[in-house]
């Protein structure tokens, strides 16, 4: 693997694709790549776009380019603090409430489905948003992201409407780093980080 990332980065035909990750000779992007296997040497996939390249021997051949790259340059010499509360079946919404009582500058949530979590949870985040704490939605399904639709209590439409961010097809995990470098410089708007995460 070590190998196979000196040929990618020494290929031409890397240069303007960002930050790659290379695994068992192939080229993923970074913003893609999900590791879906413990143990198999092939773990990093992206999804439903697919490798973006291979190595074969010397060869570095590139199949397609990422479409979609997200820099945020880092500034501060800390990052603040953010948190992921996942959604599960039952939730009160007491961890939401305990990560910001904790400190937290920002809020990730792995809801479900497209962006949905339950009633409880829902005003939970209603609540902290409120109070300034910014909150993003990610979604613990692999592929899809996120999207704003339907209008019950707790709904990624009614999370939107309340001032949450829904993360696209950031994983939690990912939508967490770019939240966190968001707020390096200080609080940003529900505007401001529309706007980034839908880059």
Partial sequence: NLLTALKIGRSPAARGKGVLVALNEHVNAAREATKT????????????????????????????????RLHVPLTASSLPQVEIVSMYPGASGAL??????????GLVVQAVASGHVNEAMG???????ARGVPVVVSTRIARGGTRAGYGFAGSSQRLVEA???????LSPWKARIVLMLALQDGPASGAQLARLFGR
């Fill in 96 to 105: 939401v409430r305990a990560a910001v009582a904790d400190g937290a500058r």
């Fill in 163 to 169: 001032g949450a961010v829904l993360a696209g097809d």
């Fill in 37 to 68: 296997h413990t143990t198999d040497v092939e773990t990093f996939q992206s999804g439903e776009w697919g490798y973006l390249g291979s190595v074969a021997t010397d060869t570095v051949t590139f199949h397609r380019a990422p479409a979609r």
């Fill in 123 to 129: 005003e939970a985040i209603a609540e902290v948003l």
